[in-house]
């Protein structure tokens, strides 16, 4: 798997969040931002899927997997959250103004 799927990755989720800004060129910067959201892991066992076991790169089921995994920690972290998980696949920042920061 080639730095340009992670980077096109990178833009599925920064685009599903209504982001629009500049990534860090340096991948060593890039990850130290980003390590925390869960996008990394799912990156790294997505990738190893591929090289170790001949699966296909499938960058839809990788950007699945993060929104999936960001949803159940939420829900785990913030008991108060009443939202649906495909309420939170399509409403994200709205889902997150109601998290305690």
């Known amino acids: ?19 629009s800004l500049v990534l860090h060129c340096d991948a060593q910067m890039h990850f130290k931002m980003f390590k925390l959201i869960g996008i990394v892991s799912e990156i790294w066992n997505h990738r190893n899927n591929v090289v170790f076991k001949n699966g296909r790169v499938d960058l839809v089921e990788v950007f699945t997997m993060v929104q999936r995994k960001i949803w159940s920690w939420v829900t785990v972290k913030e008991r108060l959250v009443d939202f649906s998980y495909s309420y939170w696949c399509l409403e994200p920042l709205y889902c997150m103004s109601y998290m305690r920061v």
């Open 1 to 19: 798997m080639t730095g340009a799927v992670s980077w096109r990755i990178w833009g599925l989720c920064l685009e599903w969040l209504g982001f």
